[in-house]
């Protein structure tokens, strides 16, 4: 597609931002819905975020996603942030507004929290949550699972104190387990949500059994690549439900998307496929 002086611009910040697949995402919906606009991978360096974020007004740019190392920066950059990215700590999707100003939100608490429902059969009554993990991602998970009416949640890390920081933080029935008693923490529980580094490529394997897992629970890794690590493996082969990562980046990238290019979009199978298409060629 061949863009005119009126296209609409957006993109991705992070250090290093080569591997994000949200340029082929976005682009998908841009092709799908035959829109006058691009969306662009921008390297900002540390020490640099706040320069290019108030360089988007300037450039017409309509907004960004922000990836790692800058989610958190991004957020106290921002003139405005919403109440949601300010739970969570960060921010990654920015909209430039008709004054210039930069508004701040997250959605990563959506894209999991839709990903979820989309492909499960799970409901937040089913039962207490277990979170493995207490970075940026388990707040995230912690916030919308609270959100969507989940009675209890057990957050276990590696280090204590660090999910005991996460549960202090959150305004609702959080209580942190040590990482030695994970297993025992399963029991009874409804859903697992792994959002640590674990299994996923390059990764150590996440040490887990499940023996103590309800077979009604559903199990969901945050990772996507590889697409079925070994806990979803366990837990399918175990006969319980399982959802993958991929959705979750699909589903949060929906709402950065209508904002800058004015056109509602869907996560459906064709959009999978695609996507499902690059991460086989990494």
């Known amino acids: 597609m061949i863009l005119s002086g009126k296209a609409r611009v957006a993109g991705v910040i992070g250090w290093p931002v080569a591997h994000s697949r949200s340029p082929r995402l976005h682009g998908y919906w841009l092709e799908r819905h035959g829109i006058d606009g691009a969306y ?25 996603n922000v990836t790692l190392p800058h989610k958190e920066g991004t957020l106290a950059a921002c003139d405005n942030v919403d109440s949601l990215a300010r739970r969570i700590g960060a921010v990654n999707t920015v909209v430039v507004c008709d004054n210039g100003e930069l508004s701040g939100f997250n959605t990563d608490a959506f894209g999991l929290i839709e990903n979820l429902r989309q492909r499960s059969a799970w409901r937040a009554t ?4 277990v979170i493995l993990g207490a970075g940026g991602a388990a707040r995230a998970a912690c916030v919308a699972l609270l959100d969507a009416g989940v009675g209890s949640i057990r957050i276990v890390n590696r280090t204590r ?19 030695a008693e994970r297993e025992e923490a399963l029991e009874g ?16 394997p996440l040490d ?8 009604k629970a559903t199990v969901y890794d945050i990772v996507y690549v590889p697409l079925e690590t070994r806990l979803l493996a366990g837990a399918r082969a175990r006969g319980n439900a399982v959802v993958d990562g991929l959705g979750m980046l699909l589903h949060q ?5 209508e904002a800058w290019f004015g056109t509602p979009v869907e996560v459906d199978e064709g959009l999978r496929d695609f996507l499902l298409q690059d991460l086989s060629n990494a």
């Open 40 to 64: 662009i991978p921008m390297a900002v360096p540390p020490g640099r975020l706040e320069q290019a974020l108030r360089a988007l007004p300037a450039l017409g740019l309509r907004g960004v």
């Open 126 to 129: 089913d039962g207490p949550a």
């Open 161 to 179: 104190q660090r999910a005991a920081d996460l549960a202090d933080a959150m305004s609702g029935p959080c209580a942190a387990v040590a990482w």
């Open 189 to 204: 529980a409804a859903l697992v949500v792994n959002t640590t580094s674990l299994g996923m490529a390059g990764q150590p």
């Open 208 to 215: 887990l059994r499940l023996d103590s897992l309800p077979l």
């Open 253 to 257: 990238a929906r709402p950065g998307f």
